[in-house]
């Protein structure tokens, strides 16, 4: 997807919104599953009025990670960033109108969040770089902070 689509996607998505958290999700343990966490340490570096919750330090794995967030996710529009491994998707990113069902990339039922998601599509995990990872989440990361920041 060009950046100009995805930003204009994402600002129809969220622009109008009030109360915007975003929740990234990943864990930092893996390569090819720390988008969610990246993208969390990018937006935390640029946006300190937002509640971003999952970084590289914080990460964000299923329900369980969320209960001390419950309270602050009541009545938000949540925003939730993840890893989709599927070979079809192919290193491209996807804005859907839905929930991130967690831990789904093998077959767990981790909890579902998110009003809208933005996965970053993952299509070979074995052999995906750090440069590429990075590479991604920063797209992820400069829509985000383009919608923010300049709307």
Known sequence: MKFRD???ILKRKIQTKENV?????????FL???VGPFVGSFLKEKMSNKLII???????????????YY????????????AAINNELKNDIYVNNNYIAMGTAFNYNKGNIGNVCIKAG????????????KDISQFIARGI?????YS
């Open 21 to 29: 958290v975003y929740v990234c999700i990943g864990s930092s343990r």
């Open 54 to 68: 999952g970084d590289m330090n914080n990460n964000i794995c299923d329900k369980k990670d969320l209960l001390f």
């Open 122 to 133: 993952i299509s070979n995990w074995q052999t995906i770089t750090l440069s590429e990872v």
């Open 71 to 82: 309270p602050k996710l009541k009545n938000k529009y949540i925003v939730a960033i993840d």
């Open 32 to 34: 090819w599953d720390s």
């Open 6 to 8: 995805y930003v204009s």
């Open 145 to 149: 902070l383009n919608c923010e920041l």
